[in-house]
């Protein structure tokens, strides 16, 4: 079965152009790979497809303006997949 | 239509917001500042100026989905096909449905016939902001309250 980790790595790989080699789960999205917010919204649409879900993307913004330290909380893709992970418990609950 | 103020959408016909479709109605002029040069001797509107046309249609459905409390600004403009030339005086029927409601962002298709063929599609993304001012808002408040009643008469 694919993990979170591995779905989102394929589609940031195809979203964005990205080696899927690059693409390890200690990397930040914006940081290190190189992705802006455009092309995240590509990504989150797909994320939203693939699971199922609608992450908060809204809520997440909000939250980096507040304290953009946060953004290793978000955007790192270990991170990213957690956060993946309780939207969809969330929505299996 | 007034192409050169991008005034791109003249009725809207049909609007579900919660399903998240629209059909709309342009009205290709005789005659504007764009056909001098697009093209000189052998007028068409400009593909970008289709886009345009679907992405407004789209956004009329979404800022009626969002009661007007948010804006939807083009972001994204996917596998746009031009399929034929669109010559003035023709009357296009634009369609645009939600394909995704996501957080901060939103996914449409939209496609434009005339006399029942296709002419263009793509699928367009917009970014889901709050207005910069409240002028915008106005505005686009009373372009939608225009076009809406034009429907209605």
């Not at chain 1, 939203?48 to 879900?53: L, M």
Request: charged fraction near 25%; include cysteine.
């Amino acid at each position: 079965m694919t993990t979170t980790f591995e779905a989102v790595a394929e589609i940031i790989s195809e979203t964005s152009d990205i080696p899927l080699e690059e693409i390890t789960p200690e990397k930040n999205a914006f940081t290190d790979l190189g992705i802006d917010s455009l092309d995240f919204l590509d990504i989150a649409f797909a994320i939203d497809k693939h699971f199922g879900i609608k992450i908060p993307l809204e809520q997440w913004t909000e939250e980096l303006n507040e304290n953009n330290a946060l953004v290793d909380e978000y955007f790192v893709l270990s991170k990213l997949c957690e956060r993946i992970d309780e939207v969809i418990a969330a929505k299996d609950a | 239509m007034l192409l050169e103020y991008f005034q791109m959408i003249d009725n809207i016909e049909q609007l579900d917001p919660d399903r998240g479709t629209i059909l709309a109605r342009a009205d290709v002029p005789m005659e504007s500042p764009v056909f001098e040069g697009h093209f000189p001797g052998s007028p068409l509107v400009p593909g970008v100026l289709l886009i345009e046309t679907m992405a407004q249609a789209s956004g009329f459905m979404l800022l009626s989905r969002l009661k007007f409390e948010k804006m939807p600004f083009l972001a994204n403009v996917t596998g746009a096909k031009m399929r034929t030339f669109v010559e003035p005086g023709a009357v296009l029927m634009v369609n645009a449905e939600l394909e995704h409601d996501g957080s901060g962002f939103a996914k449409t298709r939209a496609e434009i016939s005339s006399d029942g063929k296709k002419i263009c599609d793509s699928r367009i993304m917009f970014r889901i902001m709050p207005f910069p001012n409240e002028t915008l808002k106005s505005n686009m408040l009373d372009r939608f309250s225009q076009i809406s009643r034009l429907a209605a008469e």
